[in-house]
């Protein structure tokens, strides 16, 4: 799911929260991820989504959706992973372009990439040799 902007611009943090756990009862056991488009959001916004997401349950935080203005920055995974709970794990995805990109997102804490690009990498490399 996508975390409502509007609602977090205008500090209406209950019922993100509120949406978020409906959305979460509704997966039934099934994992949630919340995509909170960190491009569009402050550094405390961004904190703030990370205490929400934390409480209402939901096992994914995730940077952005990859169509907005910029997709996962090293500096947003890390400050996500600094401020989430212990059972939330971080999804990095939007902008990922290259093998030493995602071992860096993965060492900062992403626990999953969303990206496209290095499939496409892989598929015009001689076999993915060197990767």
Known sequence: MVINIGRLKDGKYQEIEEE???VHEACDGRILKVIIETCLLTEEEKIKMCEIVTKAGAEYIKTSTGFSTAGATFEDVKLMR?????KVKVKAAGGISSFDDAEEFIRLGADRLGTSRLVKIMENTDSGAGY
């Not at 600094?82 to 212990?86: L, N, P, S, W, Y």
């Open 20 to 22: 978020i756990l409906k």
């Open 82 to 86: 600094e401020h989430i709970g212990e």
